[in-house]
C-alpha cells in the first residue's frame, strides 16, 4: 500500500492546492475544512466561519483591540476561511468557480479610535522647570 492510497482524497487535495512551505497554515485549515462538522455544504461554510473569525470576548460591545480573540489580521482570517472553505469544496465535490464565490459573512473590523492630541499653551516646560537629577 501507497501513502497516495491511504490519504483521504480531501486531504490529498489540500495538499496539491498549498503545497509551497509558505502554504502549510493555509493547507491546514483547507484540511479543516475536509474534516469540519456538517452534512452539507452550507453547513461546513459555518464551520468555516466559527474557525476562522472569533467573536469578541465582552458580547453586545463594540469591538476593541483590547478583548478580540481573532487570529490576528484580518487579511489572515480571509486566508483561513478561503482555505477552510476549500476543503469543503473538495469534500462535497463543489465547483472551484462557485467556491472561489463564496465571501465571509462578516464585516470588517472597524479601524482604532482616532486619538486627538492637544496642546495646551500652559503646559510648555522650560528648561530651567525641570529639576536637575545628575548623580
Known sequence: MFPGEWTPPC??????????LMQIPWRVFCKKGCNADGDTWDE???KCTEICYKDPVLEDRQWSAYID???????YSLECFNACVSGCGFRFDIPTEKVEEIKPNRPSKPPPPEVKRTKHPDSTVKAEDVPCTSA
Open 69 to 75: 480573540r481573532s487570529p490576528g489580521q484580518d487579511s
Open 11 to 20: 486531504g490529498s487535495c489540500c495538499t496539491k492546492k498549498y503545497a509551497s
Open 44 to 46: 461546513c461554510i459555518g
